[in-house]
Structure formats: structure tokens, C-alpha cells
């Protein structure tokens, strides 16, 4: 493992007397300034410590960014890719690992640096491989899992390495189909979806102990795709319909689901809105996709006003613009945003 520690300086941009959120921008020392190159974070904890990967000579690497601005990068296997994906208020990082050729893998960081790859029973799967999304800070792993018969698998990690394996209501069992868990809350309730190719795709919750199973689907959606949930039960993601544009999803199981569209959302096949986190007060944050297929973050507040997040720099042309990654419980906002050029770049948003 090669491991160095650097510190430098952001960029920060704040205007006026009317306290308007603080934008940070910052990128990982050496992080190649080209065409899919750069900086992406994709997961932040409660102190505000980020984590996500950096490109450098074509190779990808983790690392994370404390909440003072300091750098600890890292690689999980020499010139393989590490694509770092949630990390705890401990500073333990969970991802995945993959070479050119070889099967994703998970990994689990500790904040030692120790490194144990996660391999579920029955994993093997050639194309998904185990990913694992999100860990929660007594260090328990949640994601999902492709065995060798192409079957998707969801699976919780306990911190002594044992896992419980998982399979929604309703789940497929031919390659491609099965279950995606997409994210777990504090509580270590999964949240996720699950795909038939003949009965179609429909959300689901799973307790920590398994006891309590809910499936369910935005009325009248041909495909729904929950993407995070709080302690509340605060569930949001993404519905479709027989159109495929995509439409932000609000609710709970037991309360019902409300639709949104961000204004920005296109009305094409792919584009439109969804939903990415939300945090214990009910704030979301998401991204919509215009009809150029551009990216364009927001943050929906429970009363249900919506709030554009475009960093200025962020391409207008397909698949660049902003993403939004995370928003913490204080409000603060994470993500990044591809420039003109196609170079990712990291930022914070200071809290309303």
C-alpha cells in the first residue's frame, strides 16, 4: 500500500452580507487535469472527513480529505483501480477495488490503514462483482453482491466479518436480476430495489435484523429506484414510467410517496430528476439531467422548495455539470462537478 499525507490549500467563494452558503472547491494534490481525470468524492461522514477517488497516469486511487482540508491518499492493490465509496465518522472507508481485467472486489480501510478485502459467500460474479455502498460507524458494511450465476445478492457486513446475506421480495433469479441495495441508515436498515426482467423493478426496506420486510413501488411506476433513507424512514430516489424519464420520489412506506421534478430535469428518455440522500431533517439532495444529458445538482427542503446547486465552471454538454453526492445532518453538501473539459473537481457547500 502506498500511503502519503499532504495538506494545501482551497479555494473558497463567498459574496455579500446576506451569509449566502460558502462554495469550496478543491482537488487531491496530483490529480491529473484531463479528460475523465481529476477528483470525484462520493462519500462523506458527519465531521465532514470526504472520501472518493482521484486519477493519476490513467490509474485511479483513493483518498480522503479531512474536514480541515488535509489529504491521505491511498491505493487498495499496486496499478489496480480504488474507487473509495462511504466512509464513518472513525475515518473507516469501504469500496471497491478493480484491475483492467479482473472481477470487482470490496474492500474495507481501516483507519490504520489495514486493508481486508470483502468476499461474500457465493460471490463471483464477472461483472458487478461485491460492492460494497455504505458503512456506519460501529462498522457495519452494507451493499450487494454478483455470484457466478450472474445473480444479484444484498449482504450486511458485520464488524467480526460475518455477513447476512439478503434477497428482496420478489427478487429475480436469472443473471443481471436480483437485489441492489443502495444504501443503509444508522440503524442498518437496507434500502434498495429489486429487478425480474417479467414482474419489473420495486423498491424495498429490510430491518437490521430481517424481521420486518416492506416492498413497494411510486403508483403506477413501471420501475422505482429508492436511493437513500434516514432514520425517519424518509425514503428518496427515483420513479419511472413507460416514458423512462426519471422523476424525484419523497415518502414513506407506511405514509405514501410524493413526485417531484427539479425545474432543471429534461423530459427525454434518461433525463429528468432524482433524489441521492437526504439527511435526519428531511433535506434531499439529487441531481436532475437536462435533454442535453448535462447534470445539474439540487437540494429539495421539506416544505418541498427546491434549490439549484450549478458551481460555476461545470460544463453545459452531456455528462458534465454537477453532481450532488451527500448532504450532511448540519446541512452541508457534498459532491462534484465535471468542467468544459471533462475534468472532475470536488466541492463543498456550507449549510443555508
Not at 420513479?239 to 410517496?257: C, K, M, R
Not at 445538482?297 to 451527500?326: C, H, M, Q, Y
Amino acid at each position: 500500500m502506498r500511503l502519503s499525507l499532504l495538506c494545501v490549500g482551497v479555494l473558497a467563494v463567498a459574496t455579500s452580507t446576506e451569509a449566502k452558503p460558502v462554495i469550496t472547491i478543491f482537488d487531491v494534490p496530483h490529480a491529473t487535469q484531463v479528460f475523465q481525470g481529476g477528483t470525484a468524492p462520493i462519500g462523506m461522514n458527519q465531521n465532514g472527513d470526504v472520501t472518493g477517488y482521484y486519477t493519476t497516469k490513467s490509474v485511479r486511487h483513493g483518498f480522503i480529505r479531512t474536514a480541515d482540508g488535509q489529504y491521505l491518499t491511498f491505493v487498495v492493490r499496486h496499478r489496480a483501480h480504488t474507487f473509495p465509496l462511504a466512509i464513518n465518522d472513525a475515518r473507516a472507508v469501504t469500496g471497491v477495488v478493480r484491475t483492467e481485467r479482473g472481477v470487482p472486489r470490496g474492500f474495507l480501510r481501516t483507519p490504520d490503514g489495514a486493508v481486508t478485502l470483502l468476499d461474500p459467500p457465493g460471490s463471483g460474479g464477472s461483472s458487478y462483482g461485491t460492492e460494497p455502498l455504505v458503512i456506519d460507524d460501529a462498522g457495519n458494511i452494507g451493499g450487494y453482491y454478483e455470484d457466478v450465476a450472474g445473480v444479484l445478492h444484498g449482504f450486511l457486513r458485520a464488524p467480526d466479518g460475518t455477513y447476512a446475506v439478503y434477497d428482496a421480495p420478489g427478487a429475480g433469479r436469472d443473471p443481471g436480476e436480483g437485489t441492489f441495495v443502495t444504501n443503509m441508515t444508522a440503524k442498518d436498515h437496507l434500502v434498495g430495489y429489486s429487478f425480474d426482467t417479467q414482474a419489473g423493478q420495486f423498491g424495498f426496506t429490510r430491518s437490521a435484523s430481517g424481521r420486518r420486510q416492506v416492498q413497494f413501488a411510486y403508483p403506477g411506476a413501471t420501475a422505482t429506484s429508492p436511493q437513500a433513507m434516514n432514520d425517519g424512514g424518509v425514503i428518496t430516489g427515483y420513479y419511472t414510467n413507460a416514458d423512462e424519464v426519471w422523476h424525484g420520489l419523497v415518502g414513506t412506506t407506511g405514509g405514501g410517496f410524493a413526485s417531484f421534478d427539479a425545474p432543471s430535469g429534461g423530459t427525454l428518455a434518461g433525463a429528468g430528476t432524482t433524489g441521492y440522500a437526504v439527511n435526519k431533517s428531511g433535506l434531499i439532495g439529487g441531481f436532475a439531467i437536462d435533454d442535453n444529458f448535462a447534470y445539474h445538482g439540487f437540494l429539495r427542503k421539506a416544505s418541498g422548495e427546491i434549490v439549484p446547486i450549478d458551481i460555476e465552471g461545470a460544463g453545459t454538454d452531456a455528462n458534465k455539470g454537477t453532481i450532488v453526492e451527500a448532504v450532511s445532518d448540519a446541512g452541508v453538501v457534498m459532491g462534484y462537478f465535471t468542467d468544459a473539459n471533462g475534468v472532475n473537481h470536488g466541492f463543498l457547500r456550507s449549510r443555508d
